[in-house]
């Protein structure tokens, strides 16, 4: 980990040597006193980015934990789903992925458009599983873990046919997933010319979001606004940034690279 990331670690989450280590053998007794409790993994890297998530604080970092179990229990039981993702290149849309660009303070970007979903194909699970995997994926990264990451997404052609088909129940689970159950930093979820009954249906139904959530996400009538938050240097053609349209090349070629790990990790 570079400097100035140490720097940022020790700032924002209270990281330091002593932290690290205190938090580990902390938390492992904790783990290690419920037995039953099924991880995919047990390794000090894996356990140090629930504890800072939590900031270093050990019960936080153990409930979280918890969460993250039933998570993994769900989404991972399959494991040539992750192939699956890579090999359809996105599951439900076309545009579905990561950015090869961090944004000024090193946080991630994830990418949607939600004009490429077909609607009759919609897949709910399938996309639950597929922000899962992409969540593992950006959690392997010690900068995402600490510095965070972005959500965009490219709303102007969503129609309430779309937004019918995203039930309530898939709208709970994904808070779920971004708040409560993974160990991710969400700096904040950009909503992009989206129409004005998206942002109605959000407020009626922000109930199923964490306060935190429901601070961080924004809704943007246009692309400047956006822009506000994120420079044009780190966004697609698509939102008016100045790096070519979104593509999932790099997404897939990350997928590629990944697999042997995660087939290792979670058989």
């Not at 995919?40 to 918890?66: C, M, W």
């Not at 789903?81 to 359809?88: E, K």
């Not at 490429?116 to 897949?123: A, G, L, P, R």
């Amino acid at each position: 980990m570079h400097k100035n990331l140490q720097v940022k670690a020790r700032k924002e989450l209270n990281e330091t040597k002593e932290a690290r280590e205190n938090g580990i053998r902390q938390l492992r007794e904790k783990l290690d006193s419920n037995g039953s409790l099924p991880l995919p993994r047990n390794e000090d890297k894996f356990l140090l980015r629930f504890l800072r998530h939590s900031k270093f604080d050990v019960q936080k970092a153990y409930i979280r934990t918890q969460n993250y179990s039933n998570t993994w229990i769900k989404y991972s039981s399959d494991v040539e789903a992750m192939r699956n993702f890579r090999d359809v290149a996105v599951l439900w849309t076309k545009k579905f992925g990561l950015m090869p660009k961090r944004d000024g303070n090193g946080s991630r970007i994830l990418y949607m458009d939600v004009e490429c979903s077909d609607v009759d194909e919609f897949d709910t699970n399938g996309c639950l599983q597929g922000l899962f995997i992409l969540g593992e994926l950006m959690l392997e990264e010690e900068e995402t873990q600490i510095s965070g990451f972005h959500v965009i997404c490219k709303a102007d052609q969503w129609t309430f046919r779309q937004m019918y088909n995203v039930q309530p129940f898939a709208l709970k689970k994904l808070a779920n997933i971004l708040s409560r159950d993974m160990p991710l930093r969400v700096k904040g979820i950009h909503i992009v010319n989206s129409p004005t009954f998206i942002k109605w249906i959000f407020n009626l139904l922000s109930s199923l979001f964490s306060t935190k959530i429901s601070k961080r996400m924004f809704f943007h009538s246009n692309e400047k606004e956006l822009h506000k938050y994120i420079d044009p240097d780190y966004l697609p053609a698509d939102v008016g940034g100045n790096l070519p349209e979104f593509d999932t090349a790099y997404t897939i070629e990350l997928l590629t690279a990944w697999e042997p790990t995660w087939r290792t990790y979670y058989k």
